[in-house]
């Protein structure tokens, strides 16, 4: 069964640009988790969507967005990029129901704000 | 507040020399404890989850435990492969999102 894979891997950008990332859980997996990890504050959740519904927030501004699709892959937007959004962005999907809390991560995406 | 605290923040082990990993957390209706394992520049690798106190896992040379208050992940006899970052996270709290501890990096030298 293939992973979670998140595209692209590297990006780099420049203060004030957006940027999108995107997300496809693993097959039959119908809930997505975003993640913002740095050296600094480590994992911090961002946003957790279902059939295409937030069901959570983290403590982000409003500058990060996210949303799903019916194929439950997700996509993450950053607008107007700050050097302190430098950082690895994960995804990980999980299969919803009683029991099944475990969340399985992609690889991530390496941004770099210069 | 919820909180996770991971300890130490690194370990450096000789390969053979077995140590154990600490993961306390503060969090109301604990839904669940995992630990994960990352290299890197990867993601975190799924490892065990822990849903009860007393309730023990184990996979190959790694074993997880959970009391009401924290949790052990007891590596016995590492090798050089084992060195990386292991995550600890809980499930539970007042947002209902896992809530992730800074991770210890493990270093086990040959």
């Known amino acids: 069964k293939a992973g979670v894979t998140q595209t692209p891997r590297y990006l780099i950008k420049t203060r004030g640009q957006q940027v999108t990332l995107s997300c496809s859980p693993i097959?039959?997996?119908?809930?997505v988790s975003w993640y913002q990890q740095t050296p600094g504050q480590g994992l911090q959740f961002l946003f957790e969507?279902?059939?295409?519904?937030?069901?959570n927030k983290g403590n982000f501004p409003g500058r990060f967005s996210g949303r799903q699709f019916s194929n439950s892959r997700s996509e993450m937007n950053v607008s107007t990029l700050e050097l302190g959004d430098s950082a690895l962005y994960l995804c990980?999907?999980?299969?919803f129901g009683v029991g099944t809390d475990t969340q399985y991560f992609g690889p991530g995406t390496r941004l770099t704000v210069l | 507040e919820d909180q996770v605290t991971q300890s130490p923040e690194a370990l450096r082990l000789q390969e053979g020399e077995s140590s154990s990993l600490n993961c306390s957390y503060t969090?109301?209706?604990?839904?669940?404890l995992f630990w994960y394992r990352q290299d890197p520049g990867k993601g975190p690798e799924f490892l065990f989850t822990?849903?009860?106190a007393g309730e023990e896992k184990e996979k190959e040379r790694l074993k997880a435990t959970l009391t009401k208050k924290e949790s052990f992940l007891h590596i016995t006899a590492p090798k050089p492969e084992d060195s990386a970052t292991y995550l600890c996270?809980?499930?539970?709290?007042?947002?209902?999102?896992?809530?992730f501890g800074k991770g210890t990096k493990l270093s086990v030298k040959p």
């Open positions: 097959s039959g997996h119908r809930s």
């Open positions: 969507y279902f059939s295409e519904t937030q069901r």
């Open positions: 822990l849903y009860s």
């Open positions: 996270a809980v499930l539970g709290g007042s947002q209902g999102n896992l809530i």
């Open positions: 969090v109301s209706g604990l839904r669940g």
């Open positions: 990980a999907s999980k299969f």
